[in-house]
């Protein structure tokens, strides 16, 4: 009976989340929206998680090398370092540990807003004069996190890449023109749409989730608790997503 339960409030979740997502994305097409609201989102949820970005993909991508390396090694094909880590970082890695980190960083901050702004009545302030908090609050979030991702992946992509030459130059004496001559060759432009998908997708979960779960608190209490739902269940959807369309893409040949 509670595996029952449970998968009743799994779906109850999913078409709950599904009728937000629905009520954000036709928003967006009711009106003109102010580039000074998106701007500011992008500032926070973009510019702002540059830095650890920067840090957490130029690491990964040293672990890559590091880890490809020794397999390599046995084949003598060290050369093959960089284009091994270009393509786990553009197809998988660099959307996945990216949007992990805006989920982990801003998405978290955006539930712990819309939840103190709910506790404090000033959500109910909007209503009252007639401003839809979705519209406000949700769909300029929604419009910067389709905006920056892309972006943020292809720039946690390049650190990756960077990462990755470090080894290569340092331990295996790889050039600077060879490295990424070879980095290019590898990388097709289905490589790339690729990745630019799963950045979009997560971006779209990572602000359907964490808005919505900033909807629910009744108390202070509760804020913590949806702070926490809203990470680990944009972890969770984006892993998921991101099998589903690895699938697909295997399965189109993209």
């Avoid at 955006?110 to 506790?119: E, Q």
């Avoid at 996190?145 to 943020?152: D, G, H, K, Y």
């Avoid at 490295?179 to 490589?191: H, I, K, S, V």
Wanted: with cysteine.
């Amino acid at each position: 009976m509670s595996l029952l339960k449970s998968v009743g409030q799994l779906f109850h979740y999913l078409g709950s989340l599904g009728f937000f997502a629905k009520d954000t994305i036709r928003w967006i097409f009711i009106k003109k929206r102010s580039l000074r609201a998106i701007g500011r989102e992008i500032v926070f949820i973009g510019i702002d998680s540059l830095p650890l970005v920067s840090l957490i993909s130029f690491f990964l991508g040293i672990i890559i090398a590091f880890q490809t390396a020794y397999q390599l090694r046995a084949f003598r094909s060290e050369i093959q370092l960089a284009t091994l880590v270009a393509l786990s970082m553009v197809r998988e890695l660099g959307p996945v540990i990216g949007a992990l980190i805006v989920a982990a960083r801003s998405g978290a901050s955006i539930t712990a807003g819309i939840g103190s702004m709910k506790i404090s009545e000033q959500i109910d302030a909007l209503e009252t004069f007639g401003v839809d908090p979705i519209d406000y609050l949700v769909v300029p979030k929604f419009l910067a996190l389709a905006i920056c991702m892309p972006i943020l992946i292809i720039y946690a992509d390049c650190m990756g890449i960077i990462g990755g030459y470090l080894v290569g130059t340092t331990k295996f004496g790889i050039s600077l023109g060879l490295y990424f001559r070879m980095t290019f060759q590898a990388l097709g432009g289905r490589d790339i749409m690729s990745g630019l998908v799963k950045s979009f997708s997560f971006g779209s979960i990572i602000a359907f989730v964490s808005c919505y779960e900033g909807f629910r608190p009744s108390s202070s209490i509760d804020v913590s608790r949806s702070v926490t739902h809203s990470v680990v269940r944009s972890f969770i959807f984006i892993v998921a997503f991101d099998c589903v369309l690895t699938a697909l893409f295997y399965f189109t040949g993209v």
